[in-house]
């Protein structure tokens, strides 16, 4: 085929296929003007978020279960809601009794003290979950609630955003759905005995918050001699045993014993509850036996020295915490 005979059936295809293809070109540039027009449009970028409530923000894998989101987001609403009517005796009444034990002494006066730090007016508020446990066959639900000024009421000229927070724990209990407030988590018995001829230790309990431990332990003098346990001389003379470390009190406290005599004392220790490590015992270091204690304020260190090197027996008791 030569050239003239190529030209010849081109012009003889456009002739016979003009119209379509008029029609094609007409079609192409119609939707290369649409698509440059939508392309030149100003975008509304919606702002991208990974906000979810019931996720824990400790563990993202962590969620609380669909069937009990609805019902706790129920029970803060209902609870802050008494809150800003006053109504404190009825959002007294929803915590659970072991909140209103451990966490308030049955105290509703102690109560409102606490609620005072956190709402001393009307507030707006806001839920996160914030970790989750598990205690014995108890899901436990670690909520932080944070309570703000309505600016839609105040208006936000001259204002800045501040709020104040507490932990409220969900999980189901013998009354369906139960709800702890104040950092108070939970509380167990534990009933743990060490003892030797001169010192029987008792271990009694637990009440655990948020980011603190407290221990109740009944110290019993068996002997005819004082006995001290923990009085700020010796080092590390309470100690809360963990898996790869110890841990001292907060507050410390004397406790020094007559004869036959039997004191309850209260100790607690830093530790979060979702840290992952379990407390295994209390130890006491330091405890001496002591024909003459004279004590420690305004004393001698040379004859409180003396005293010590004199002492009776010297050792250190343990008692297994674990639950």
Request: aromatic letters at 14%.
């Amino acid at each position: 085929m030569n050239v003239t005979e190529l030209r010849l059936k081109i012009r003889h295809f456009f002739r016979k296929y003009r119209k379509v293809i008029i029609i094609g070109l007409i079609i192409w540039a119609i939707i290369f003007l649409v698509n440059q027009i939508i392309m030149n449009m100003p975008k509304n970028y919606e702002p991208e978020t990974s906000y979810d409530a019931h996720t824990s923000i400790m563990s993202t894998s962590s969620k609380t279960p669909k069937s009990m989101r609805q019902p706790i987001e129920n029970v803060i609403k209902e609870y802050v809601d008494y809150l800003n009517e006053g109504n404190f005796q009825s959002a007294f009444n929803m915590l659970s009794d072991d909140c209103k034990r451990y966490g308030f002494n049955y105290d509703i006066n102690e109560y409102m003290k606490h609620v005072f730090t956190k709402m001393p007016t009307p507030k707006q508020y806001a839920i996160q979950n914030y970790s989750n446990i598990k205690y014995g066959k108890k899901d436990m639900y670690i909520y932080e609630v944070r309570y703000f000024d309505d600016f839609l009421a105040t208006g936000l000229t001259n204002s800045k955003y501040e709020y104040t927070s507490e932990d409220i724990t969900f999980y189901y209990g013998d009354n369906g759905l139960e709800m702890n407030v104040g950092n108070y988590i939970y509380h167990t018995d534990i009933k743990n005995i060490s003892e030797n001829d001169y010192l029987k230790i008792d271990v009694i309990d637990k009440v655990v918050n948020y980011s603190i431990e407290t221990y109740e332990v009944k110290f019993t003098n068996r002997s005819d001699y004082i006995v001290v346990v923990a009085d700020g001389v010796e080092e590390d003379e309470v100690q809360l045993l963990l898996p790869n470390e110890t841990r001292q009190p907060s507050e410390f406290t004397d406790i020094i014993l007559g004869p036959d005599e039997s004191i309850t004392a209260k100790f607690t220790f830093p530790k979060f509850v979702d840290d992952g490590d379990m407390a295994l015992s209390l130890v006491f270091s330091a405890v001496r036996v002591m024909e003459k204690y004279s004590g420690t304020e305004d004393v001698d260190e040379a004859v409180i020295q003396e005293e010590i090197n004199n002492a009776i027996s010297k050792f250190s008791m343990e008692v297994a915490i674990t639950e």
